[in-house]
């Protein structure tokens, strides 16, 4: 049995928790994007391939799975209708404890991960 997801989604996931869209260098922008039936997550076309959107940034940004951040340019009208397609799909996700767990390792494997993000902007632990 294949499984409904990949690592890319779970990444896609802990990135939207824990890293900043990359807003001076936004790179890749769309501005189409794909509703499917409740619980599936939106998708965006990007050279003939669909990629799955996991979440969305109050500022259209959004966190793919397979390609990473993406700059939504589209009408932002339909932004809080493709948040909730993406919290609602997004449960799914959560459910599967184990995968989300080895992707925040991943995460915080990483090279560039810090492992208090907070206590690197004063002394005190706390945002500026």
Not at 49 to 63: M, N
Not at 97 to 110: M, S, W
């Amino acid at each position: 049995m294949t499984a409904k997801y990949d690592d890319s989604y779970f990444d896609a996931l802990t990135r939207l928790a824990y890293d900043p869209p990359p807003i001076t260098c936004p790179g890749l922008t769309v501005s189409v994007i794909r509703i499917r039936p409740p619980g599936a997550f939106p998708e965006i076309l990007v050279e003939d391939q669909l990629y799955p959107v996991i979440g969305v940034t109050a500022t259209g940004w959004l966190s793919t799975a397979q390609l990473g951040w993406c700059q939504y340019i589209g009408d932002p009208a339909p932004l809080p209708q493709i948040t909730r397609a993406c919290n609602l799909a997004q449960q799914e996700l959560i459910k599967e404890g184990d995968k989300l767990k080895a992707a925040i390792a991943r995460y915080a494997a990483r090279d560039d991960a810090s492992t208090d993000t907070a206590s690197r902007y004063t002394h005190a632990g706390a945002r500026p």
